[in-house]
């Protein structure tokens, strides 16, 4: 059996992983406040856990793993949305649009994701279907003397937790000297938290021992997570920016409602994604959401490439070098395997070495190395790296149809000529270089790209191949 060793955020050690149970091993991952497109930095987690899913089923058996990812969609930042909408002239209820407002983000996540190739969890819930378990959790919170009541809200006693800080490393007096802390007349103590907030009659709410309101952020996940996977589990997991103050409150609250229990016994964290070296922002015009690369023209793929070339605990930086690497990676790794058949996962044995990697801390870096070098053993190449995500039956498929339609070679694509289009971006690129405005060029390969032509652009020239998006009516207005 593959030995799985994770670098354990609670102990800042590189562990051996044991599972409380072989045949059950469970993973909580946080997933994402369904309130808009998800973002780059967003598909980061997806894609990491998305790896450690794999490993996991392949070493314990696919039905002896379960994943649970959540979508929180009980948010202020949703209840925002859907009183914008109301303030425009919508006549239906607050609550209908933001039914409306979640059905519709989740929607866009899953069509996001499944473009990247991730596998869905095993299960998804939804906070707002565990909105009892939430009120039975604080209650019993309450009456172990680990909660209060004040004004309508309901407040974690940080100060009754001893071991409070354990994961983030701090005191809890360092902490509120360090951190901004909301100061509200109803709470004992700057650090102590919301569980449970009032709501007004143009906000969501439920019934509850304190009054109409809501959940706090942090108690949903505890409430799901035991409900779905038990008081003690194997895998916590999200980005490092959950580690304080959500992953922090999520162990006060379950290891005081459950002290008998361990809550996750190992807590892996992914680090942050930045764009060309710099953090993503759009007061820095660099924010991208996953959308927007995939309706560029950017293949999931390839995207999923990118993220998989840098370990997960160190920054990730999206380069459109490294963009460009990695689709030309994949384009070569399917002109290899587009006429092979892959073996049935179900009866293939991924290479060790490629295991061995994955199970070093997901060494993600080292596997898409190993996979470069089987490029001579085609069908060892197919298998390996459908194992990891790629060369996926939609991308093979969209392949095919590609093939078919242009009955053009892979290097060469299809019977089309685009080296006066080629040409002319070239020329703009040069009278760019002199004028310092690269408008007209940004604009013709943004017109290109739209119409499924890949741009390569190198010191010695301009090169433009079709993709299996090419739509060749596209480019009558650009000649």
């Given at each position: 059996m593959t030995t799985i060793r994770l670098r354990n955020s609670k102990s800042r050690k590189v562990e051996e992983f044991h599972p409380i149970d072989p045949e059950n091993v469970r993973m909580y991952v946080c997933g994402p406040t369904v309130y808009d497109r998800a973002h780059l930095g967003n598909a980061r987690p997806v894609l990491v856990f998305d790896v450690l899913y794999r490993l996991l089923r392949h070493v314990y058996g696919e039905g002896h793993v379960t994943y649970v990812r959540n979508?929180?969609?009980?948010?202020?930042?949703?209840?925002?949305?859907?009183?914008?909408?109301?303030?425009?002239?919508?006549?239906?209820?607050?609550?209908?649009?933001?039914?409306?407002?979640?059905?519709?983000?989740?929607?866009?996540?899953?069509a996001d994701m499944d473009a990247l190739g991730a596998l869905r969890p095993d299960q998804e819930p939804r906070a707002t279907a565990f909105i009892g378990q939430m009120i039975a959790m604080i209650g019993d919170l309450i009456a172990k003397g680990h909660a209060y009541e004040k004004e309508g809200h309901v407040l974690f006693?940080?100060?009754?937790?001893?071991?409070?800080?354990?994961?983030?490393?701090?005191?809890?007096?360092?902490?509120?000297?360090?951190?901004?802390?909301?100061?509200?007349?109803?709470?004992e103590d700057p650090m102590d938290f919301v569980l449970w907030k009032p709501s007004d009659e143009d906000l969501p709410g439920w019934d509850s021992p304190w009054g109409r309101g809501r959940p706090g952020w942090h108690i949903e996940c505890s409430a799901m997570s035991y409900e779905l996977l038990g008081a003690s589990f194997d895998i916590h997991g999200g980005g490092i920016d959950l580690q304080f103050p959500h992953h922090e409150n999520e162990i006060a609250q379950s290891a005081c409602a459950h002290p008998e229990a361990g809550f996750a016994n190992y807590w892996v964290h992914n680090e942050m994604l930045q764009v060309e070296g710099k953090k993503m922002s759009k007061s820095l015009g660099n924010f991208f959401t996953v959308r927007d690369l995939l309706d560029q023209g950017v293949p999931g793929e390839v995207i999923r490439f990118v993220m998989l070339g840098t370990h997960y605990g160190k920054p990730m930086d999206w380069t459109e070098r490294k963009r460009e690497e990695a689709n030309n990676t994949l384009r070569y790794w399917m002109d290899l395997t587009w006429e092979l058949e892959p073996t049935n996962l179900g009866s293939f044995q991924p290479e060790q070495k490629l295991l061995d990697a994955?199970?070093?801390?997901?060494?993600?870096?080292?596997?898409?190395?190993?996979?470069?070098?089987?490029?001579?053993?085609?069908?060892k190449l197919l298998d390996n790296a459908r194992f990891l995500g790629f060369l996926s039956d939609r991308a093979r498929e969209a392949e095919r149809d590609f093939r078919n339609t242009f009955r053009g070679g892979f290097g060469s694509g299809p019977s089309v000529d685009l080296s006066a289009l080629a040409l002319k971006l070239d020329e703009l690129r040069n009278v760019a270089k002199e004028s310092k405005n690269f408008s007209a060029v940004d604009a013709l390969k943004s017109s290109l790209i739209d119409a499924g032509v890949e741009v390569q652009m190198t010191k010695t020239g301009v090169e433009l191949r079709p993709t299996p998006n090419f739509d060749p009516s596209k480019l009558e207005a650009l000649k």
């Open positions: 979508f929180t969609d009980v948010d202020d930042k949703i209840n925002a949305e859907a009183q914008r909408r109301k303030g425009l002239g919508d006549s239906r209820s607050l609550e209908a649009l933001i039914a409306e407002r979640t059905e519709e983000t989740i929607s866009w996540y899953h006693r940080v100060r009754s937790y001893q071991n409070y800080g354990v994961l983030s490393g701090r005191s809890v007096d360092d902490m509120i000297a360090g951190a901004r802390v909301e100061v509200a007349p109803f709470k994955l199970g070093d801390d997901m060494n993600t870096h080292l596997a898409l190395t190993y996979l470069r070098a089987l490029h001579h053993q085609p069908q």
